[in-house]
C-alpha cells in the first residue's frame, strides 16, 4: 500500500521569507501524481500545485515550486516570498494512476505566517 | 461557476443516530469522492461514485455507505453512530473518475459532524 508521509508537524516563517515543506512517499509503482493541497481555517482544501511523475521537470505555479525528487521518492514544497493568506494545513498526497485510483494524503503540515 | 456545495455545514448528533450528508459537486463533474479528516487519523478516503456506480470504497465499516443520483450529487449516510465517527467529513468532485486523470478534484468545505 502507498503511504505518505510528512515529518513537520509544524513550521513558521517570516512574512516575505522562503519555507520549503517536506514530503516522502513510497510506492512500487512507477505512474502516479503527487500534489500539494492546502487547507486554510475555512477548511476547503485548495489544489496548491501537482506533479506527474513521468515528468522530470518540478512544477512551479507563482511562487510555490516543488523538488520532485523520484528515486528518493520526495516531494518538497517551496513557498517563496511567504504572505499572510499562506497560512494554513498542507498536505501533500500520491494518487496513482493504475487501478481504482484513490488520493493518499499524508498527515499535514501546518504553517503560520511570522508578520 | 459554483463550487462544491456540501450541506449541512454542522451537525450534531446522538450516538446511536444516523445522519446523512449531501454533497453537490460542481455542474458537469459527474465523481464525487468523500473523505474522513479526523485529528489522529488525517485524512482517509471513505469512498468513490460516477455515474451512480461506487467506483472505490475504503476501509470503513458498513455502517458507513453513500449513492450518488442522476444529476451527479451525492449523500452519504452513517448509520448507528458511534463517538469516533465524530469528523470532518469533506466531499470531492472532479469530470472524470481518479484526480490523477489530468483533471483537478475540487473540495467543498466539509460537514464538520459531532457525535455526542
Known amino acids: 500500500a502507498q503511504t505518505v508521509t510528512q515529518s513537520q508537524p509544524e513550521m513558521s516563517v517570516q512574512e516575505a521569507e522562503t519555507v520549503t515543506l517536506s514530503c516522502t512517499y513510497d510506492?512500487?509503482?512507477?505512474?502516479?501524481?503527487l500534489f500539494w493541497y492546502k487547507q486554510p481555517p475555512s477548511r476547503q482544501m485548495i489544489l496548491v500545485i501537482r506533479?506527474?511523475?513521468?515528468?522530470?521537470q518540478n512544477a512551479t505555479e507563482n511562487r510555490f515550486s516543488v523538488n520532485f525528487q523520484k528515486a528518493a521518492k520526495s516531494f518538497s514544497l517551496k513557498i517563496s516570498d511567504s504572505q499572510l493568506g499562506d497560512a494554513a494545513m498542507y498536505f501533500c498526497?500520491?494518487?496513482?494512476?493504475?487501478?481504482?485510483?484513490?488520493?493518499?494524503f499524508g498527515t499535514g503540515t501546518r504553517l503560520t505566517i511570522i508578520p | 461557476k459554483a463550487g462544491v456545495t456540501q450541506t449541512p455545514r454542522y451537525l450534531i448528533k446522538t450516538r446511536g443516530q444516523q445522519v446523512t450528508l449531501s454533497c453537490s459537486p460542481i455542474?458537469?463533474?459527474?465523481?464525487v469522492s468523500w473523505y474522513q479528516q479526523t485529528p489522529g487519523q488525517g485524512l482517509q478516503f471513505l469512498f468513490e461514485y460516477f455515474s451512480e456506480t461506487q467506483r472505490n470504497k475504503g476501509n470503513f465499516p458498513g455502517r458507513f455507505s453513500g449513492r450518488q443520483f442522476s444529476n451527479s450529487r451525492s449523500e452519504m449516510n452513517v448509520s448507528t453512530l458511534e463517538l469516533g465517527d465524530s469528523a470532518l467529513y469533506l466531499c470531492?468532485?472532479?469530470?472524470?473518475?481518479?484526480?490523477?486523470?489530468?483533471?483537478?478534484?475540487?473540495f467543498g468545505q466539509g460537514t464538520r459532524l459531532t457525535v455526542v
Open positions: 470531492a468532485s472532479s469530470l472524470v473518475p481518479g484526480e490523477g486523470k489530468g483533471t483537478e478534484a475540487f
Open positions: 498526497a500520491y494518487i496513482s494512476n493504475f487501478g481504482n485510483e484513490k488520493l493518499t
Open positions: 510506492t512500487s509503482e512507477s505512474d502516479y501524481y
Open positions: 506533479q506527474e511523475a513521468y515528468k522530470q
Open positions: 455542474s458537469g463533474h459527474r465523481s
